[in-house]
């Protein structure tokens, strides 16, 4: 998990609030990335970032929002048009050579109440 | 378009006895693969990745993968499991070509090493 922090570790909503999920790396990594996990399956992509002030959907994109304002923050929000946001909300980072891997921070445990 | 499958959702293996998690892809050109595991409530950990070269790879914790290019798989194993490796496991490939850089990840296979 080292040089990728994702806070807060848990968070708990309320139905029909929008919710901000952050994350930072200090590893000087160009590119971004947002996984969504449920419970027994693998993980699908919300968004992605290659450079600051860019970014493209993923998977799942609907109900979900990002911004990428500096290269080593990428917030996401969860907003309330987004069906079933309970799940397990990973952020990860590489350096954008072609071979070069994805390293995950420790993730956020979202619970809509 | 690029795919994954484990299929094996669990894996069961007494400690000191070899284990392997398969996994097999879809890519339409040439892959890059990577194995990935979780703890609970933790993030993914990188263990290893195939990227050309070597077909056997060599990565973390004593962990090793087979790429296999006839077969489309790519079978994480290791010679002796401990306890300590009961985990969840990910397999992820990514095309080459693939413009963003996304990876594909598998469902998952969770291994339960026993005493």
């Known amino acids: 998990d080292g040089g990728i922090t994702q806070s807060p570790k848990y968070l708990f909503r309320k139905e029909g609030q929008n919710v901000t999920l952050s994350c930072e790396q200090n590893?000087?990594?160009?590119?971004m990335y947002w996984y969504r996990q449920d419970p027994g399956q693998g993980l699908r992509l919300i968004y992605y970032s290659q450079i600051v002030n860019d970014f493209q959907k993923g998977d799942i994109a609907e109900g979900y929002s990002v911004s990428r304002e500096k290269k080593e923050s990428f917030p996401l929000t969860v907003t309330s048009a987004q069906k079933n946001p309970t799940a397990f909300y990973l952020c990860a980072s590489r350096v954008n050579g072609v071979t070069d891997t994805q390293y995950f921070g420790p993730g956020t445990r979202l619970t809509v109440l | 378009a690029q795919s994954v499958a484990q299929p094996e959702d669990q894996v069961n293996v007494a400690e000191g006895n070899p284990l392997t998690v398969k996994c097999t892809y879809s890519?339409?050109?040439?892959?890059?693969l990577f194995w990935y595991v979780q703890y609970p409530n933790r993030g993914l950990q990188f263990l290893l990745k195939y990227i050309t070269g070597d077909n056997l790879v060599k990565g973390s914790y004593g962990f090793e993968a087979e790429f296999n290019k006839s077969q489309t798989s790519f079978h994480l194993k290791k010679p002796s499991a401990l306890v300590s490796d009961s985990a969840l496991y990910f397999c992820a490939v990514r095309e080459i070509n693939n413009a963003g850089n996304m990876l594909t990840f598998g469902g998952g296979t969770r291994l339960m090493v026993k005493p």
């Open positions: 890519v339409s050109g040439n892959p890059y």
């Open positions: 590893l000087n990594h160009d590119a």
